[in-house]
C-alpha cells in the first residue's frame, strides 16, 4: 500500500441512483460517514439520486484530485446497477484506487459484495468508526493495521477475512451532519403530505427486536440507541429555522422505545410541532399512556408506519415479530381516536400456505377498513432474508424450512453482484416477487392492490387531483364491496391516465 494522496486523507463518496429526483431525500449514510471522516480528513459527497449521472460525475471527481478510497452505499435491490457501474468506471480510470462498498448489500451478503473484482473492502454494520480507520490505514499505507479493524471484511489469498464485529455504538453526530456539502442543502426539501418543506431525519438508531426477515435485525442484532435530549433539540433547531423545513419524515428504524424514555424526546418535538411520521410497532403505541398520547398528538404525529405483516398468529410467531393481530387492529382503532393514520404494511404469500394466506390477509385488510378507513395499507410478498445474512447473535438459531421454488427445487440465493440485479432478485429485494409465487397469484396481488388503491386512494398523493380521486374511489366500490377484484380493467386503464402514487415503491 502506498500512500497517495499527502497529509490528510481525501475520500470520495458515492450514493448510486436509487429514486428519482423528486424522491430524492438527504443520503444520510454517506453524511453521517462523511461527519466522522472529516475529523482527521476531507470527504466529498456525490448524490446520484439528484446528479443523475452518477459514473460521469464519479469519474470527473476523481480528476480533480487524488483521493485514498472511494466509499460506496449499497442497498439490495434497485441501487446495485449504479453500484456495479460506478465501482468498474473507478477501477477502470484508478486501478490502485481502492473500492470500499457499505451499507445494507454488503453488510447482509458480505461475501458476495467481496465476489467482486471491483471491491477490495466491505464495512458491516455501522460506518462511522470501521471506515476511518480503514482510510487512516490505507493513507498511511499500513497494511498489518487492517486486521484490528472492527466491521471490516477483505480479501485474502486464502479468501475472505471478517475481522471482527464492531460492538453497537451508541455515539451518535456530535455536530450538526455537514448538509451544506451537499451543496444547497435545501434542493432536499421534498413537498409532501406532511408538509411543503419535509426533511428526513434519524433521531435514534438500530431496533431492540429481531424480528427474522428484516434487515434491520440482520445490521443491529436487537441494539438501539435514542438520541441525547441536547442532540435532538440541537438537530430540530438546525432543520426548522437555519434548513426551514416545516416537517418531518423520522427514518428512525423503530422511533417508538420504552415510553418513559420516549416523553422527554417528545416534549422536545412537542416545543416544535413539526408534522411528522415514523415507523413504529403496534404494541408500543398500545401500551403508550393517554398523558404520553397527548404529547404525541401536540407533537404532531400524522402517520405511523407499522409492520403488521400477517393476520396469522402462527407466522408472526414464526417470524419472531411479537405482536399479534388483535394488537394490529386495536392500533388502527387508537390512531383513529388519535388522529394519526396508521400506515400497516403486510407481508403475503409466504413460502407455506401461499394462497390461503394471502386470501387471509385480503379479509383482515377489510376488517381494518372497516376499523379505521384512514388507514394506509402497504402489500409487500414475504421475502425472507438467506440464512447467510442473520446477524451472528441469531446465527445459532435452528435453521428454516428451506425455500423451494414453484417446481419445489432449493431456492439458491445469487453469489455475485451481478446476479442480484436480474430483475427476478431485483423484485425479490423489493418484495415485489419470490420463486414460489405463481403467475396467477401474482396477479390476483396486483389486482387486490389496484381495487384497494383506487378504493381509497392514500393520502400521500398529492399529484392526482381530487375529481380523479373520488372517480376512481367510486369506479373501484363494486369490485371492492362484491370482492371482485380479478382483471380491474378499467382501473388499470385510468391509472394509467391518472397514475396513483405507490408509497411502496417511492417512500414518502
Ligand atoms: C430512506 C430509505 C430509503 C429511500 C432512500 C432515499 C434516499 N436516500 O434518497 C428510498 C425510499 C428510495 C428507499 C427505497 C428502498 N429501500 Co430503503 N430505506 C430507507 C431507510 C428508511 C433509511 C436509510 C437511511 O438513510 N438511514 C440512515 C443512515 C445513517 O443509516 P444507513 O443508511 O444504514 O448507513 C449506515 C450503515 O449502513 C453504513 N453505511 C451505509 N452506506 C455506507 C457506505 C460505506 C462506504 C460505508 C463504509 C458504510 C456505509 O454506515 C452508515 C452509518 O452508520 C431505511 C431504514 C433505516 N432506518 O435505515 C430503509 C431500508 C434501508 N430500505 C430497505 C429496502 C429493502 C428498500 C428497497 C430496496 C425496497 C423497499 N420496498 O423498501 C427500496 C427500493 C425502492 C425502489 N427504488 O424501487 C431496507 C433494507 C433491508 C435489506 N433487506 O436490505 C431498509 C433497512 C428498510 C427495512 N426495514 O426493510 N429506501
Ligand atoms: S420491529 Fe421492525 S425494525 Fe425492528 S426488527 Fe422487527 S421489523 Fe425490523
Request: glycine share 6%; net charge positive; hydrophobic share 40%.
Amino acid at each position: 500500500m502506498i500512500n497517495v494522496t499527502g497529509n490528510a486523507p481525501h475520500t470520495l463518496l458515492v450514493n448510486p441512483t436509487m429514486t428519482s429526483r423528486a424522491s430524492a431525500r438527504f443520503p444520510l449514510s454517506l453524511l453521517h460517514l462523511a461527519a466522522s471522516l472529516d475529523r482527521e480528513g476531507n470527504s466529498r459527497i456525490i448524490d446520484g439520486n439528484l446528479d443523475r449521472d452518477v459514473v460521469a460525475r464519479t469519474l470527473q471527481a476523481l480528476d480533480e484530485r487524488d483521493y485514498t478510497a472511494v466509499g460506496i452505499s449499497v442497498m439490495g435491490g434497485p441501487q446495485l446497477e449504479p453500484a456495479i457501474a460506478v465501482s468498474r468506471a473507478v477501477r477502470e480510470r484508478r486501478p490502485g484506487l481502492p473500492i470500499v462498498w457499505g451499507g445494507y448489500f454488503p453488510t447482509l451478503y458480505t461475501e458476495t459484495a467481496l465476489s467482486a473484482p471491483y471491491v477490495d473492502f466491505a464495512i458491516r454494520g455501522q460506518g462511522e468508526e470501521s471506515f476511518p480507520e480503514l482510510v487512516a490505514a490505507l493513507h498511511q499505507g499500513d497494511a498489518a493495521r487492517l486486521p484490528a479493524i472492527h466491521g471490516l471484511s477483505r480479501k485474502h489469498e486464502e479468501g475472505v477475512v471478517h475481522n471482527a464485529s464492531r460492538p453497537f455504538s451508541r455515539q451518535g453526530p456530535v455536530a450538526v451532519l455537514p448538509y451544506e456539502k451537499l451543496g444547497d442543502p435545501r434542493r432536499y426539501l421534498a413537498r409532501t403530505f406532511l408538509g411543503r418543506r419535509t426533511v428526513a431525519h434519524q433521531a435514534s438508531v438500530g431496533c431492540r427486536f429481531r424480528c427474522t426477515f428484516c434487515g434491520v435485525a440482520a445490521m443491529f442484532g436487537g441494539a438501539t440507541a435514542l438520541p441525547p435530549l441536547a442532540r435532538l433539540e440541537r438537530d430540530l433547531r438546525y432543520l426548522k429555522y437555519e434548513l426551514g423545513a416545516d416537517s418531518i419524515q423520522y427514518v428512525d428504524h423503530n422511533f417508538f422505545d420504552r415510553e418513559q424514555d420516549m416523553i422527554p424526546l417528545l416534549e422536545i418535538m412537542a416545543r416544535y410541532e413539526l408534522p411528522w411520521w415514523c415507523y413504529a410497532r403496534a404494541d408500543a403505541l398500545l401500551n403508550l399512556s393517554e398523558s404520553t398520547w397527548k404529547l404525541v398528538r401536540k407533537s404532531r404525529l400524522r402517520m405511523a408506519y407499522i409492520g403488521a405483516e400477517s393476520p396469522s398468529p402462527a407466522m408472526l410467531r414464526d417470524i419472531r415479530k411479537g405482536t399479534r393481530p388483535d394488537q394490529t387492529l386495536a392500533v388502527a382503532e387508537l390512531c383513529r381516536r388519535h388522529g394519526v393514520i396508521p400506515e400497516l404494511s403486510f407481508m403475503v404469500a409466504p413460502p407455506e400456505n401461499t394462497e390461503e394466506e394471502t386470501e387471509h390477509t385480503f379479509e383482515f385488510i377489510r376488517e381494518i377498513k372497516r376499523i379505521n378507513p384512514q388507514s394506509e395499507i402497504i402489500v409487500y410478498i414475504y421475502t425472507p432474508l438467506p440464512e447467510s445474512s442473520r446477524h451472528e447473535k441469531d446465527r445459532h438459531r435452528r435453521s428454516t424450512m428451506p425455500l423451494r421454488d414453484l417446481q419445489g427445487e432449493p431456492v439458491v440465493f445469487p453469489a455475485t453482484p451481478e446476479e442480484w440485479t436480474q430483475k427476478r432478485w431485483v423484485d425479490y429485494a423489493c418484495h415485489a416477487d419470490a420463486p414460489w409465487v405463481s403467475e396467477r397469484l401474482r396477479r390476483r396481488i396486483d389486482d387486490f392492490v389496484t381495487v384497494l388503491r383506487c378504493r381509497y386512494p392514500t393520502v400521500q398523493d398529492l399529484r392526482s387531483p381530487t375529481w380523479a380521486k373520488r372517480t376512481l374511489a367510486a369506479a373501484a366500490s363494486w369490485r371492492y364491496g362484491l370482492r371482485r377484484y380479478d382483471r380491474p380493467w378499467e382501473l388499470n386503464l385510468a391509472n394509467r391516465l391518472v397514475r396513483l402514487r405507490m408509497p411502496q415503491v417511492s417512500g414518502l
